[in-house]
Antibody, heavy 125, light 107 residues
Framework: EVQLVESGGGLVQPGGSLRLSCAAS????????MTWVRQAPGKGLEWVAN????????NYVDSVKGRFTISRDNAKNSLYLHLNSLIVEDTAVYYC??????????????????WGQGTMVTVSS | AIQMTQSPSSLSASVGDRVTITCRAS??????LGWYQQKPGKAPRLLIY???SLQSGVPSRFSGSGSGTDFTLTISCLQPEDFATYYC?????????FGQGTKVEIK
């Protein structure tokens, strides 16, 4: 079964750090871009970051640049998100997602076809 | 950053209704757009990619259209399991941006 399972969430004080993990199974992890998406309580979805198959290209939303780091370990089929200098506004459910490539009508397209169940991060004093 | 504006933010509809949700991009994104469904407490689910291509396993009552800046998600005959929140997502440029969501509620 194709599956993503997040872990590592919890309660942390402002200014603190956390490392989220996402364990992949049922597919060849090393051949996919991977993504983190978050959702603050009662709010919409926000794309956070993604990482290329070999880890050599990473992209971030402006609000987390310099504070969050995405990484991966293809030997362990795992994706990570290192959260530093946390602020209250980072409180959210964090989802990892597989960034699939679709070839359609002569073009290439991305979409998040597999999602984990999410892990909750609460930043509060 | 490309801004994605969805409308309406919520709607009430009955089982069997035809429902249309729109998404407008602040600049041309070709057809680099996906639609996602999310139910309370659950992860999102991919419905449509490349603006109009149905993801495997998604019922054919869901359809997408549009290109450039204006896009539409249509549910042709609303079913009880379709009451959820729907999001568009542009994958043309970084940062990827979701629309603010459209909540489809039971009338």
């Amino acid at each position: 079964e194709v599956q993503l399972v997040e872990s590592g969430g919890g309660l942390v004080q402002p200014g603190g750090s956390l490392r989220l993990s996402c364990a992949a199974s049922g597919f060849t992890f090393s051949t996919y871009w991977m993504t983190w998406v978050r959702q603050a309580p009662g709010k919409g979805l926000e794309w956070v970051a993604n990482i290329k198959q070999d880890g050599n290209e990473k992209n971030y939303v402006d609000s987390v640049k310099g504070r969050f780091t995405i990484s991966r370990d293809n030997a362990k089929n795992s994706l990570y998100l290192h959260l530093n200098s946390l602020i209250v506004e980072d409180t959210a459910v964090y989802y990892c997602a597989r960034d699939a490539d679709y070839h359609h009508g002569g073009g290439d397209y991305d979409a998040f076809d597999i999602w984990g169940q999410g892990t909750m991060v609460t930043v509060s004093s | 950053a490309i801004q994605m504006t969805q409308s309406p933010s919520s709607l009430s509809a009955s089982v069997g209704d035809r429902v249309t949700i729109t998404c407008r991009a602040s600049q041309d994104i070709r057809n680099d757009l996906g639609w996602y469904q999310q139910k309370p407490g659950k992860a999102p689910r991919l419905l449509i990619y490349a603006a109009s291509s149905l993801q495997s396993g998604v019922p054919s009552r869901f359809s997408g259209s549009g290109s450039g800046t204006d896009f539409t998600l249509t549910i042709s005959c609303l079913q009880p399991e379709d009451f959820a929140t729907y999001y568009c997502l542009q994958d043309n440029k970084y940062p990827r941006m979701f629309g603010q969501g459209t909540k489809v509620e039971i009338k």
